[in-house]
């Protein structure tokens, strides 16, 4: 799957960036996939917790989404301060806009 930059490799669960691997969690992995695979449409927190930590109708703290994007970002963002793939809508998710 190929979004701009970035390009995902769903047979050896690879992500790359200007053609170069990323170092990523299972996790990171997962939610790289969602999000691209539904490039340009926002996902709530608690979508997130369900197709990624497959938390089926999870209505607990999901503040964990957002520590996983954020080191997400860290390592996937030229500037994570300034993010360009994955952004924050705010009060609705967040967007994966290559």
Known sequence: M?????????????????????????????LVRVLASQRGQVLSREALMEQVWNYEGYVGDVRAVDVAIRRLREKLEDDPADPKFIVTRRGLGYVFSA
Do not use: A, W
Not at 3 to 28: F, I
């Open 2 to 30: 190929e979004v701009g930059r970035v390009s995902v490799d769903t047979q050896n669960m690879t992500v790359y960036k200007d053609g170069m691997p990323l170092d990523l969690t299972q996790r990171e992995y997962e």
